[in-house]
């Protein structure tokens, strides 16, 4: 679960690491009024889980009300996309943070080292920029050191970190107290991530979190309610309709929606799609043994997001029989009334009978293939000119 900017900052205030004071807005005048009571300058900021917001013009200085009210509307319902082309993201809410006057930048975070299986500090007196930008031109400016899994981050370590790191020694004792809160956070709120960058020395030479990014695993949310409260506020509607159906979904950012059956199929189904020059939409793992109402299930999933333009089946047939799979198909094509084209890979157990069934049901947007990267090439041809 990735956590919105001023949701990592009040995590991190409650664990007193340090944050500017700021608040959350929904609104141009709720931002106006929360400038009035912060004081100016102020830095209103679209909330959204996608890095390059500032380039993208969502983060702005605002020197009185006026400039409040006046960046917030320009900002809220504004689409932004990633430094990488993802998105569109919308934005529906705002941050609006009492101005730093910023001497210094660097890059902190915390990160689960699954192969290791500890958590990896990353500390570096470069911040502001991509931490790869920073480990391809200058990868000794990264200083990079596992965490004592039974014991923690203790302060001596950090200071050995910090030292590492070119970070002025005058600021060393902050930088060190919060890379020791940010692993205590890590581990107390079982966080796969923590990440702050810009951390900052502003004009009183005090070191803060000018941003946060912030992941918790899910499958420890049942021992943080709070968490588990604010998750079911922000997640994705796909995927929260998805956990609804007992499906394995991931929402990705393309035009194709893709189904198949098996983790292992799934993930060569992607690869395969963006081989033909396609995007998945989703990763939609219909489970082993798919019966018909688990297709249905999963095409109302997929359907419901609006960017997908194309649909494909790939499904091997083990304990999944192609019929209880063409079935399915064709049930939630009726149903439902989808038009979208509908590319078809079945093979394996009762496949035979599945092509069958799908060819007497006479649906016009309904393609068979008999090979995955044939099945790929059509449907990324048939998403490009629907």
Not at 123 to 137: C, I, K, N, R, T
Not at 213 to 239: C, F, G, V
């Amino acid at each position: 679960m990735d956590l919105l900017e001023y949701q990592g900052k009040e995590l991190f205030a409650r664990h007193d690491l340090p944050v500017p004071e700021g608040s959350h807005a929904k609104s141009a005048e709720e931002a106006r009024a929360a400038s009035e009571v912060l004081g100016y300058p102020v830095a209103v900021k679209a909330q959204v889980l996608i890095g390059g917001r500032g380039k993208a013009g969502g983060i702005k200085i605002a020197q009185d009300a006026v400039q409040a009210h006046e960046h917030a509307g320009d900002i809220i319902g504004m689409d932004i996309f990633g430094p990488h082309g993802e998105g569109p993201f919308k934005v529906h809410e705002l941050w609006v943070e009492a101005g730093s006057d910023i001497k210094a930048e660097y890059y902190a975070s915390v990160i689960l080292d699954r192969s290791a299986k500890k958590l990896l500090i990353m500390l570096s007196h470069m911040g502001g920029m991509d931490v790869e930008a920073v480990a391809e031109s200058n990868p000794e400016a990264l200083i990079k050191e596992h965490v004592d899994p039974i014991n923690g981050l203790s302060l001596e370590a950090a200071l050995a970190i910090v030292a590492k790191s070119e970070i002025p020694a005058e600021f060393a004792d902050q930088v060190a107290a919060i890379l020791v809160k940010m692993a205590e956070i890590a581990q107390t709120e079982d966080a796969t991530l923590i990440e702050i960058n810009p951390l900052i020395v502003n004009a009183a030479g005090e070191v803060v979190a000018l941003d946060s990014k912030t992941t918790i695993d899910d499958n420890s949310l049942y021992r943080h309610p709070e968490l588990e409260e604010l998750a079911a506020e922000i997640e994705d509607p796909q995927e929260a309709m998805a956990k609804e159906r007992g499906l394995t979904y991931v929402k990705l950012d393309g035009d194709i929606g893709i189904l198949g059956n098996g983790a292992g199929l799934c993930m060569s189904t992607l690869d395969v799609v963006a081989q033909a020059g396609g995007a998945p939409a989703n990763f939609l793992d219909a489970g082993g043994g798919s019966k018909a109402d688990a297709i249905i299930n999963a095409l109302e999933v997929i359907t419901s997001d609006t960017k997908v333009k194309a649909v494909l089946f790939n499904i091997f047939g083990g304990i999944t029989r192609g019929d209880e799979v063409a079935k399915g198909i064709i049930e939630a094509v009726s149903k439902m009334g989808i038009e979208l084209p509908i590319v078809v890979r079945l093979d394996g157990t009762n496949s035979e009978e599945g092509l069958r069934l799908l060819a007497e049901a006479g649906l016009d947007n309904l393609h068979n293939e008999s090979t995955m990267l044939g099945a790929a090439e059509r449907v990324v041809e048939l998403a490009g000119s629907n």
